[in-house]
């Protein structure tokens, strides 16, 4: 075994504290770095290796507590926590800077025309479709059928939402008009997610003691780990959506735009992923990653359930997923 390496390291938990906001901001800086996706299947596959491995208890000689962190960070970049799976690439965190600063940047660009609206409001859904699928928490796939369910309903919501408050915002001022993209992601966000995770509402996500020990499912965590997920989501779209507005529609009274519109989108698009960059991790860091609730909360026959298991246990945990 390795003397640079102490063999007792819980790799089940994040590097940093994740009881306070700046230790999950630390975790979740390192988990949405967007260099991660440019990362090999050979490198995964060899961080993955090196992860199983030390929880084996095989060090490699030479390697270091910071080398064991890197593939972990990268290992948890790209695998889901609950089910192990490899995880689609533009679902992944580390993806939601680039992804979302394309995207964004163009609906806040091209939202003059009703046809422009539309696109990039199913564009936007279609991506966090995929992101809420990939980041789900539990470990019950869902059917065709549900995703194709919360797809639509997901997409519909924020066209119809975009659409009625362009109409309502036709004879304000220009800046107001801006900031509809917004106003329709904040709602589609309230209808994409819960519906991407409806499942989880309906049968429940796994609980835990603090041990990782599964004690059942429960509807109840699930509507909590929702709530928080959406709270998040829409928190980072406020400074994306909501900044660069503001710098836009005074650029664009200067020469320089009015001279060179071409330049507006990639404008557009570099204000909206420098906002992202620090939105993103900061914003998942509003709550916990394994969050707790008591288990006085939980429905009535899982609290019966854990009682007869262990009455000490007060807590149980759960991954709320992102």
């Not at 519906?195 to 499912?217: C, H, S, W």
């Amino acid at each position: 075994m390795s003397g640079l390496l102490r063999s007792d390291i819980n790799l089940k938990e994040p590097r940093w504290d994740q009881g306070t906001f700046m230790g999950r901001a630390k975790h979740f800086f390192m988990v949405t770095d967007p260099r991660n996706i440019l990362a090999s299947s050979e490198e995964l596959g060899a961080a993955k290796t090196v992860i199983e491995d030390y929880k084996l208890g095989k060090i490699p000689p030479g390697l270091t507590e910071d080398e064991l962190w890197q593939a972990k960070y990268l290992y948890d970049s790209a695998f889901h926590p609950d089910t192990g799976d490899k995880m689609i690439l533009i679902g992944r965190m580390s993806a939601q800077v680039p992804m979302n600063m394309s995207i964004t940047g163009c609906m806040l660009t091209f939202y003059r025309t009703t046809p422009a609206v539309v696109f990039w409001q199913w564009a936007n859904q279609s991506f966090n479709a995929i992101v809420n699928y990939t980041n789900r928490s539990g470990d019950t796939p869902l059917t065709v059928g549900q995703l194709g369910t919360a797809y639509v309903s997901a997409t519909t919501g924020a066209v119809v939402t975009a659409l009625g408050l362009k109409s309502l915002t036709k004879h304000l001022p220009a800046l107001i008009s801006r900031f509809v993209p917004f106003a329709a992601v904040a709602a589609a966000n309230c209808i994409n997610i819960p519906f991407m995770r409806q499942r989880e509402l309906k049968y429940g996500i796994p609980v835990t003691d603090a041990n990782g020990n599964r004690l059942g499912e429960s509807a109840k965590a699930a509507q909590q780990a929702i709530v928080q997920v959406v709270v998040s989501r829409i928190g980072m779209a406020i400074p994306a959506m909501a900044i660069p507005p503001v710098i836009m529609n005074a650029l664009e009274k200067r020469a320089f735009l009015k001279r060179f519109p071409v330049f507006n989108a990639p404008i557009q698009v570099g204000l909206v992923g420098l906002c992202l960059v620090f939105a993103t991790p900061l914003c998942c860091a509003l709550f916990p990653q394994k969050s707790t609730m008591k288990v006085s909360r939980l429905e009535p026959e899982l609290q019966a359930q854990i009682q007869a298991t262990n009455s000490a246990i007060n807590v149980v945990y759960f991954n709320k997923g992102l």
